[in-house]
């Protein structure tokens, strides 16, 4: 009888994990893709973080070309919908490509993401 106990115990907690890890408690994420430029060329190894009014940022890295894809969890692509900040960051240990003026590196650019797909293309000026 404790065993079945137990087990029935066992069983509704898995089902309680399995069902708060659900796709269900997330937000709605669009699509997020694009390139990020200084002067007209292409800004690799940068990270590219858009972060919501509320709720989890979303982030990515730029390719050698510059392109972006946002990830918001493991298996899970895009941003949040609604108006995000977004901002760039070197990674510790990854020499600079270009010299970012301050103000896009710390102030950023404030976007609205919307549902489905968003080209987001950040071209950035040195002067």
Same mark, same amino acid.
């Given at each position: 009888? @404790? @065993? =079945?106990?137990?087990?029935?115990?066992? =069983? %509704? /907690?898995?089902? $309680? *994990? /399995?069902?708060?890890?659900? @796709?269900?408690?997330?937000?709605? /994420?669009?699509? *997020?893709?694009? #390139?990020?430029? =200084?002067?007209?060329?292409?800004?690799?190894?940068?990270?590219?973080?858009?972060?919501? &009014?509320?709720? @989890?940022?979303?982030?990515?890295?730029?390719?050698?070309? +510059?392109?972006?894809?946002? #990830?918001?969890?493991? +298996?899970? $692509?895009? $941003?949040?919908?609604?108006?995000?900040?977004?901002?760039? &960051?070197?990674?510790?240990?990854?020499?600079?490509?270009? %010299?970012?003026?301050?103000?896009?590196?710390?102030?950023?650019?404030?976007?609205?993401?919307?549902? +489905?797909?968003?080209?987001?293309?950040?071209?950035?000026?040195? #002067?």
């Amino acid at each position: 009888m @404790r @065993r =079945l106990a137990f087990l029935s115990s066992c =069983l %509704a /907690l898995a089902v $309680s *994990v /399995l069902v708060g890890c659900g @796709r269900g408690d997330m937000p709605e /994420l669009g699509d *997020v893709y694009g #390139k990020v430029t =200084l002067d007209g060329k292409p800004v690799p190894n940068i990270n590219i973080l858009f972060t919501p &009014e509320s709720g @989890r940022a979303a982030g990515g890295v730029t390719d050698e070309e +510059g392109n972006y894809e946002l #990830k918001y969890l493991e +298996g899970y $692509s895009g $941003s949040k919908v609604g108006p995000a900040k977004v901002t760039f &960051e070197w990674s510790p240990g990854v020499e600079p490509s270009a %010299a970012i003026p301050a103000k896009y590196m710390q102030e950023g650019f404030s976007v609205e993401v919307k549902e +489905g797909s968003n080209e987001l293309n950040f071209p950035m000026e040195s #002067k």
